[in-house]
C-alpha cells in the first residue's frame, strides 16, 4: 500500500472554477502537511502549511486536514489560468527532521 | 534575493564517471535535501542534512554520497553514475523542521548513458 496517495489528473476546469486537490495516506504519524506548486520545468514552491487537523486559508487557497479519515484537500477559489501546474502534497512525522513524503502530484489545467 | 542555486542545470555523462551536483543556499537554513523526481514516482528524497557534518539517508540513497563541510553548501556526488541514476534532481533547504521545505532549486537534468 503506498504511502501517500494522489490522483495525477490531469484535472481540467474553466477560469473561475473552484478547484479541488486531494491526498490519502495511510500512516497515521503524519503531523505535518504541506502542498507545493510546480511549474513545467521548474521547482516545487510551497504553498501551504498545516499541522495536525483543521482548515487554513491563505487568499484564494484554503487546505484542509482531516487527520480520522488520513485525507488532506487543497481548495483553490476563483481559479486562473496561471494557477495550471502539477500540484503535489507532501506530509512527516513530528520531532526533529523527519523524511517528507511526497505525493506524486495532480497536474491541473485551467482553460480562460 | 532568497535562492537555492543548483549547477549545473542539464548534465549528461557516460556511466562509471563520477560527478558532483552543487548545492548553495544563501538563507542561513540549516536544513538541506536531496531528491530526484522522476515520472510516476513523483519526488523521493536521497539524503538530507540538519546540519553541518550532520547528514542522514532518504528514502533513495543508494549510489549517492553527500558532504555538509558548510552551513551554505550540500553538494550531492555520484561516484559511479548508472544509468537508472537518470532522473530530474532537486536541492531544498528550510529554517524549521520538520521538513519544511519552502525552498527548491531550480533542478538538474541529468541523464547517464
Known amino acids: 500500500q503506498k504511502e501517500v496517495e494522489q490522483d495525477p489528473g490531469p484535472l481540467s476546469v474553466p477560469e473561475g472554477a473552484i478547484v479541488s486537490l486531494n491526498c490519502t495516506y495511510s500512516?497515521?504519524?503524519?503531523?505535518?502537511f504541506m502542498w507545493y506548486r510546480q511549474y513545467s520545468r521548474k521547482g516545487p514552491e510551497l504553498l501551504m502549511y498545516?499541522?495536525?487537523?483543521g482548515n487554513k486559508e491563505d487568499g484564494r487557497f484554503i487546505a484542509q486536514v482531516d487527520k480520522s479519515s488520513k485525507y488532506i484537500s487543497l481548495f483553490i477559489r476563483d481559479s486562473q489560468p496561471s494557477d495550471s501546474a502539477t500540484y503535489l502534497c507532501?506530509?512527516?512525522?513530528?520531532?526533529?527532521?523527519?523524511?517528507?513524503?511526497f505525493g506524486k502530484g495532480t497536474m491541473l489545467l485551467v482553460s480562460p | 534575493e532568497a535562492q537555492v542555486t543548483q549547477n549545473p542545470r542539464y548534465l549528461i555523462t557516460v556511466t562509471g564517471k563520477k560527478l558532483t551536483v552543487t548545492c548553495s543556499q544563501n538563507?542561513?537554513?540549516?536544513?538541506m535535501s536531496w531528491y530526484r523526481q522522476d515520472p510516476g514516482l513523483g519526488l523521493r528524497q536521497i539524503y538530507y542534512?540538519?546540519?553541518?557534518?550532520?547528514?542522514d539517508k532518504g528514502d533513495v540513497p543508494e549510489g549517492y554520497k553527500v558532504s555538509r563541510k558548510e552551513k551554505r553548501n550540500f553538494p550531492l556526488i555520484l561516484e559511479s553514475p548508472s544509468p537508472n541514476q537518470t532522473s530530474l534532481y532537486f536541492c531544498?533547504?528550510?529554517?524549521?523542521?520538520?521538513?519544511?521545505?519552502?525552498?527548491f532549486g531550480q533542478g538538474t537534468r541529468l541523464t547517464v548513458v
Open positions: 507532501a506530509m512527516s512525522e513530528n520531532s526533529g527532521y523527519s523524511t517528507l513524503t
Open positions: 531544498a533547504s528550510s529554517l524549521a523542521p520538520p521538513g519544511t521545505e519552502a525552498f
Open positions: 500512516n497515521s504519524a503524519f503531523q505535518y
Open positions: 542534512s540538519m546540519n553541518v557534518e550532520v547528514t
Open positions: 538563507m542561513n537554513h540549516e536544513y
Open positions: 498545516t499541522y495536525s487537523s
